[in-house]
Nanobody
Framework: QVQLVESGGGLVQAGDSLRLSCAAS????????MAWFRQAPGKEREFVTA????????YYADSVKGRFTISRDNTKNTVYLQMNSLKPEDTAVYFC???????????????WGQGTQVTVSS
């Protein structure tokens, strides 16, 4: 089992940037694929981006491609989500997730964090 704790959320204006962090612990976290998801009020949770254990594979949802960047530091067991050019439609609770298998466009991740709120005002 992997424990995940997100941080870095907040209230920003449209066009601003924000960096989320996800600290992982337990088992061999460095061998896990990591991903970010988000859930806006009244909407289903959706995939945002994923990164493989060695960072050799990265996938982004079309809605964030070119604006968001996922990265990881296995020496710190931490994954990051750099969000630039934020839009009001990016407002959501952002969740970090981990799984032994690299997956994208799916919610099929075995470990989840509690989420961090990101609010983008217009």
């Amino acid at each position: 089992q992997v424990q995940l704790v997100e941080s870095g959320g907040g209230l920003v204006q449209a066009g601003d940037s924000l960096r989320l962090s996800c600290a992982a612990s337990g088992r061999t976290v460095s061998s896990y694929a990591m991903a970010w998801f988000r859930q806006a009020p009244g909407k289903e949770r959706e995939f945002v981006t994923a990164i493989s254990s060695t960072s050799s594979r990265i996938y982004y949802a079309d809605s964030v491609k070119g604006r968001f960047t996922i990265s990881r530091d296995n020496t710190k067991n931490t994954v990051y989500l750099q969000m630039n050019s934020l839009k009001p439609e990016d407002t959501a609770v952002y969740f970090c997730a981990a799984d032994p298998i690299f997956r994208y466009n799916t919610l099929a991740y075995s470990s989840w964090g509690q989420g961090t709120q990101v609010t983008v005002s217009s």
